[in-house]
């Protein structure tokens, strides 16, 4: 499954919290709560926002982990063949 960049899924966080807190008190407001939901939605492989917002929060905490490829010794391109020759 594809899933977004962790700066997009930071960015509709941040969208959601920011609506949220504003209680979506016009018309204006509401279509952009639908917006970020469904697109938090799409973006994690999910259909409702309570999972949704689970999966982006989880993909956030994976990604500032540190990984075998950020660890020393690791760096350069990671695709077959390369380095070979």
Known sequence: MLMAHPAVLENLLDQY???H??????????RR?????YTLCVS????DIGPALAAARRRLAQDSAPSAARLPGRSGP????AGVG
């Open 17 to 19: 919290e920011a609506l």
């Open 21 to 30: 807190a504003d209680h979506g008190d016009t018309d204006d407001a509401r």
């Open 33 to 37: 709560m639908e917006d970020v939901i």
């Open 44 to 47: 994690t492989g999910t259909r």
């Open 78 to 81: 990671c695709r077959p063949g």
